[in-house]
């Protein structure tokens, strides 16, 4: 669907320029980590049926194989259920891991375990606060909704900050480069 979307935003010759989450060399996803840990602290404050199950803290990770897989579908992308035949050309598909500057910050010395703890959740809140306020404000006060988010982080903030190997904010992704040809 999203490299559909993209077919129908541009014009023969246009380019699609992207960064695609990745798994990390090592196998390891740790945005994932620290969204569980959130997800965990908000399980163990939330009633089931109070929007919680329709929470999902999106985040997926894919492969080379994954996204040229998509950049290589050919059918019914104009939906007149023909087949177009080719349609993308992937120029490149890079893989790159950058460390978390957090942690950096943290091993040098420069920062303590909480304020590292704080730092991340920060972060990640940054990133994701608006999708979980969404899922939950259909079922709960607005008020009451923001002193259950601080709480959840505040609750974080230590876990994280206790094993920073664990929990931390390292990028892996594939730069993708991919010409629309037809």
């Known amino acids: 669907m999203f490299v559909n979307a993209r077919y129908k935003e541009l014009d023969v010759g246009g380019v699609f320029i992207g960064a695609v989450c990745g798994i990390k060399s090592d196998g390891d996803h740790p945005w994932s980590k620290v969204g569980y840990l959130v997800y965990q602290a908000m399980e163990s404050r939330v009633k089931r049926g109070d929007g919680l ?5 999106p985040c997926w990770y894919r492969t080379d194989a994954d996204i040229r897989a998509g950049f290589e579908q050919t059918t019914k992308l104009d939906n007149d259920g023909d087949d177009n035949g080719r349609v ?14 957090i942690r950096e910050r943290l091993l040098r010395g420069e920062i303590t375990a909480r304020e590292y703890g704080r730092l991340v959740i ?4 940054a990133v994701s606060n608006p999708t979980i306020v ?8 607005p008020d009451e909704l ?5 709480d959840v982080y505040e609750a974080c903030i230590d876990p994280i900050g206790a094993d920073p190997d664990q929990y931390n904010l390292d ?7 991919a010409k629309k040809i037809k």
Do not use: A, Q
């Open 122 to 125: 920060d972060s990640f809140r």
């Open 146 to 150: 923001d002193m259950l988010m601080e």
């Open 134 to 141: 969404n899922c939950l404000s259909k079922t709960m006060d």
């Open 53 to 57: 199950d329709s929470c999902v803290l």
């Open 88 to 101: 993308w050309d992937v120029e490149v598909c890079e893989y790159h891991e950058t460390v978390d500057p």
């Open 171 to 177: 990028e892996s992704f594939w730069y993708v480069l």
